[in-house]
Structure formats: structure tokens, C-alpha cells
């Protein structure tokens, strides 16, 4: 018997294996600020586990609007190859997979938990894990 892939916030649980697993669909939108925003929006990621790929969609957007290039203009040359590699990527995060849960089964009992936070910022971006 298959155990169904479920939809859990947004992404895909794999209950077999207990990941996490993305299989995000790139719209064909022409390549605009506004194309670019559609697609870059369109990725849902509460948990933030492709963080580090939006934002590389984020930063296009961040050049284009420092540049003032209008909402239906075209993207420019430099920034076409970095838009088309973005887009192609889309299909390599069929391969990210997420454990859910990092404890393993044999592991035994618990017997304190600790919560440690680290973050940091760029020009162009800021993180958090």
C-alpha cells in the first residue's frame, strides 16, 4: 500500500518517509517587474525552508526596482540569464527533501530541549534559522 503525499501549510508531507517535499510549478509569466513579482508571490513557504531560493528571485526584483524599470517593461540582458537560471531551478526542488522531525527513533527519552536562534543581515537580504 502507497501512503498519499499530504498538503500540510502550503507544502507536500510525505507521511512514508515523514518529510517535507516541494514540487512548485513556475506560471509561464512574461519576464516584468510584474511577471517576475507573480512568480517570485506565488511561492508559498511559511516554514521558510526555501528561503534561500526566493531570494534570489527577490533580489532581481530589489536590482529592477532600484533601476526604476517600469512594471510592463522588458527584463534587461544582464538580468535575463539570472532570471532564466531561477526559473529552471524550479525543477531541482522536486530533490529538496525536509525532515520533519530531526529526533531519531531510537533515541529515548528527552531530557531537555534547547531553542537556539541565529540571524543575520546583507545589502540584499536578511535570515534566520
Not at 510525505?14 to 507573480?38: H, M, W, Y
Not at 529552471?88 to 533515541?107: C, G, T
Not at 531537555?112 to 543581515?121: G, R, W
Request: aromatic share 10%; with cysteine; hydrophobic share 35%.
Amino acid at each position: 500500500m502507497t501512503v498519499p503525499i499530504e498538503r500540510v501549510l502550503g507544502i507536500q508531507w510525505c507521511v512514508e518517509s515523514d518529510t517535507f517535499k516541494f514540487n512548485i510549478q513556475a506560471k509561464d509569466q512574461p519576464p516584468t517587474r510584474r511577471g517576475i513579482l507573480s512568480t517570485v508571490a506565488s511561492i508559498y513557504d511559511p516554514l521558510g525552508f526555501l528561503a534561500p531560493f526566493i531570494l534570489i528571485g527577490k533580489r532581481i526584483l530589489q536590482v529592477m526596482c532600484r533601476k526604476n524599470i517600469g512594471w510592463d517593461e522588458p527584463l534587461s540582458d544582464n538580468l535575463r540569464p539570472i532570471w532564466d537560471r531561477w526559473k529552471a531551478d524550479f525543477e531541482n526542488l522536486k530533490a529538496v527533501q525536509v525532515p520533519r522531525s530531526y529526533k531519531p527513533h531510537d533515541f529515548g527519552k528527552i531530557l531537555s530541549t534547547e531553542l537556539h536562534h541565529f540571524s543575520d543581515a546583507s545589502t540584499s537580504g536578511y535570515g534566520h534559522c
